[in-house]
């Protein structure tokens, strides 16, 4: 134990070795102010936890532009898929989840997992607050509400990055739970299977208690069955999938955008019939090219860096029905002659999901859970439990929104054609750049075919591929869902400064 945790030291020693200031934190230590304990104290506080999602902080003794929890969760969940190209070789992290090159030293990781964990503590500090006081009103418990939606929130998405999917492994190891301010810093991590037990217990104490919504911006108790069906939709639950997902349907306060309106969804998001979460992004939060999370997939030129790009796997899996209005999201780079161009030989195309806000490029408020998402939900489950017809209807709904009228299953499965595989393909097609492609494949036990050209392809050039040859062929062109790689690395400063979290293979 003693070597492998000195050589842990050494390779993140070699990592760091630029910085002038090394400081390594456990989950824990992170500190939070005192609380003034009436609602405008306690909003204000629980409005610092929320605006963790997007603002750049202080990590490891500076402030690093790319270090933004929202901007590294979509890159580690969404580079690792194939819905995304790698344009060139990069020494920004993001490039180890498109290489599967994982690190436990790599920046982005050691960051995501330190403001998870600031976040949670804030949110366990707001709880501790809020539960002390003699007697609790509407808009208090609206507030404690939200904090246990966040703290499951947190936990969640960190044990989809670290932990292996439910479905594949539920007593394998997953994350460190922080539910109180009293824990020992030094604690092992729960099993992926208590991970899951305590984010449902908190999301349904969360949906029990907001009665008060404060916008779109904020968690609902709507907010919260939606993540409820997404959890247990992962946990392969899928009767209650369906419970939560009616309740956010028939709550009858979202309605899908439509083939009209659906261009503008994702630069109105706030606005939107079809969100129920989003985190709110201001002018002020708009960080151009350097830290937004639209930079690497757009650019006009001057705005972003773009380099990264919608895969040919996935426009491939669109280039069927060139009516689909989800076309728009996905924008060509052309030439003067009007051809597409290359960026060493792959075709530009940029993702624009992320932009467009008050007509900016970089701006955009990123949705969490929106409409569709929850009948997709729904769909899969009843997939999985053989009510074949309701699950095309699910699928009907958005298809008839998106410009797909022609081609409606009308309760009908194609000759040859499995359920689930329509639903996890409309799926990808609607959530496309979502932070859900990954989950959606390794839950389900399958493989992630990269098998086209892109710099995932570690070490080779565009000339040394022959794609005609099986995946297996190359490195990272066919990821299984039993790779080790599917998650990533405990950052090394969990390991050095807690010796009870072991880390993944």
């Given amino acids: ?19 002038k200031k090394l400081e390594v934190n456990p989950s824990d230590a992170i500190s939070t102010g005192t609380l003034v304990t009436t609602n405008d104290g306690l909003t204000n506080a629980l409005n610092g936890a929320y605006a963790l999602f997007k603002d750049h902080i202080e990590f490891n003794g500076s402030v690093d532009n790319n270090n933004m929890y929202l901007r590294q969760f979509y890159q580690l969940s969404d580079f690792a898929s194939d819905d995304i190209t790698c344009g060139q070789i990069t020494e920004d992290p993001l490039f180890n989840s498109f290489t599967l090159g994982h690190s436990p030293s790599q920046a982005n990781t050691r960051y995501f997992w330190y403001v998870s964990y600031k976040m949670i503590t804030g949110v366990n500090t707001v709880i501790e607050a809020i539960e002390k006081l003699p007697e609790q009103d509407a808009k208090t418990k609206q507030l404690l509400g939200e904090c246990y939606f ?3 929130f947190c936990h969640f998405n960190l044990v989809r990055l670290f932990g292996q999917p439910y479905s594949i492994a539920p007593e394998s190891p997953g994350i460190i739970l922080r539910t109180n301010l009293t824990d020992e810093g030094q604690k092992a991590r729960s099993s992926v299977s208590e991970v899951y037990a305590s984010v449902l217990a908190d999301t349904e104490q969360a949906a029990s208690l907001m009665t008060q919504p404060r916008g779109v ?24 999938a369906i419970e939560y997902a009616n309740k956010v349907i028939n709550s009858g306060k979202y309605t899908l955008m439509t083939k009209a309106s659906y261009p503008s969804l994702f630069a109105n998001a706030a606005t939107s019939p079809e969100t ?28 972003g860096w773009g380099e990264e790009f919608a895969s040919s796997s996935l426009r491939a899996a669109m280039a069927s029905r ?28 940029y993702i624009t999901k992320f932009s467009f806000q ?17 009948y997709l939900i729904r769909a899969e489950a009843e997939a999985k439990t053989g009510a074949t017809a309701a699950a095309l209807d ?23 054609a499995n359920v689930l595989d329509l639903v996890l393909a409309e799926k990808r097609i609607e959530m ?23 710099y995932h392809i570690l070490g080779l050039k565009e000339t040394d591929i022959d794609l005609s040859k099986t995946p297996s062929g190359y490195q990272n062109l066919s990821v299984p869902y039993t790779s080790p790689r599917i998650i990533y690395y405990l950052p090394v400063d969990e390991i050095l400064s807690n010796p009870k979290a072991i880390q993944n293979q």
């Fill in 1 to 19: 134990m003693k070597k492998k945790l000195f050589a842990l030291f050494m390779l993140f020693m070699a990592a760091t070795s630029s910085c």
């Fill in 322 to 349: 060139p009516e689909d209005v989800r076309w728009s999201y996905i924008v060509p780079a052309k030439d003067e002659s009007g051809a597409v161009m290359k960026k060493n030989g792959i075709e530009m195309y």
């Fill in 358 to 374: 008050n007509g900016q490029p970089n701006l955009s408020s990123p949705i969490m859970f929106r409409l569709a998402e929850i």
């Fill in 217 to 240: 911006q904020y968690a609902s108790a709507e907010a919260a069955w939606s993540l409820l069906a997404r959890v247990n939709l992962y946990k392969e639950d899928n009767a209650k």
């Fill in 150 to 152: 966040l703290r499951a």
């Fill in 394 to 416: 699910d699928l009907d709904m958005i298809r008839k929104n998106r410009g797909l009228e022609a081609a409606l299953y009308n309760k009908t499965l194609p000759d040859g």
């Fill in 432 to 454: 496309a750049f979502e932070g859900h492609r990954t989950y959606d494949v390794f839950r389900n036990k399958r493989s992630l075919n990269k098998a086209y050209w892109g």
């Fill in 276 to 303: 129920i979460f989003c985190v709110a992004f201001t002018a002020a939060d708009d960080y151009g090219k350097f830290g937004s999370i639209a930079s690497m997939i757009y650019s006009d030129g001057n705005s």
